[in-house]
């Protein structure tokens, strides 16, 4: 079992910037992948970013490529998510996961444990 913790959310303007924290309990989640998926009101939860267990691959959605950066540290047992430029449609949840393995995927039921989720909100 792990527990994960998602903090850094809040409200911000359109071109900001935000850095969102993942901190995982219970056991290492350094042999893991990592993601982050985000939901907004009336949508389904969709992929962000995936970052493998060392941080050597990391792979990020078109829709954040170029704007958003994964990144973990692992002796803090921590994953992040830098998102710079921030538009009105990122307006969303945005959770933590992971299913404990190094396999990675894109499809939310993929993974098994999930954090209860930051609220981002970008203002226009």
């Known amino acids: 079992q792990v527990q994960l913790v998602e903090s850094g959310g809040g409200l911000v303007q359109a071109g900001g910037s935000l850095r969102l924290s993942c901190a995982a309990s219970g056991r290492t989640i350094r042999t893991s992948t990592m993601a982050w998926f985000r939901q907004a009101p009336g949508k389904e939860r969709e992929f962000v970013a995936s970052?493998?267990?060392?941080?050597?691959?990391?792979y990020h959605a078109d829709s954040v490529k170029g704007r958003f950066t994964i990144s973990r540290d692992n002796a803090k047992n921590t994953v992040y998510l830098q998102m710079n430029s921030l538009k009105p449609e990122d307006t969303a949840v945005y959770y933590c996961?992971?299913?404990?393995?190094?396999?990675?995927?894109?499809?939310?039921?993929?993974?098994?444990?999930w954090g209860q989720g930051t609220q981002v909100t970008v203002s226009s």
């Open positions: 996961a992971t299913d404990l393995s190094a396999l990675y995927d894109i499809k939310a039921s993929r993974y098994a444990y």
């Open positions: 970052i493998n267990y060392s941080g050597g691959n990391t």
